[in-house]
Nanobody, 117 residues
């Protein structure tokens, strides 16, 4: 059974930091590209950051470049999202995604991040 379990969300003040974690089980983690997506109420789910399986290259949404960092630990089957200089517009449910191909694509249940004073 494939499981992606996010943690680390919560309430933070503008300018603050959070680190999200996604623990993965049931798949060969190192073979999957991993991504973080977010969805605010009334909006579509958008890519925040992605890290590849092959060489851990990364890409980011323009809105988070320079503030967020995605990383992975293949020994721990975990992907992280370090978020700094958080803004109210970063408020959303953040989802972890594991992607290998169209048939092997999995989602976590999401974790709420709220940026507010």
């Amino acid at each position: 059974q494939v499981q992606l379990v996010e943690s680390g969300g919560g309430l933070v003040q503008p300018g603050g930091s959070l680190r999200l974690s996604c623990a993965v089980s049931g798949i060969s983690f190192s073979l999957y590209s991993m991504g973080w997506y977010r969805q605010a109420p009334g909006n579509q789910r958008d890519l925040v950051a992605r890290i590849t399986s092959r060489d851990s290259s990364t890409n980011y949404a323009d809105s988070v470049k320079g503030r967020f960092t995605i990383s992975r630990d293949n020994a721990k089957n975990t992907v992280y999202l370090q978020m700094s200089s958080l803004k109210p517009e970063d408020t959303a449910v953040y989802y972890c995604n594991a992607d290998r191909d169209v048939y092997r694509n999995y989602w976590g249940q999401g974790t709420q991040v709220t940026v507010s004073s």
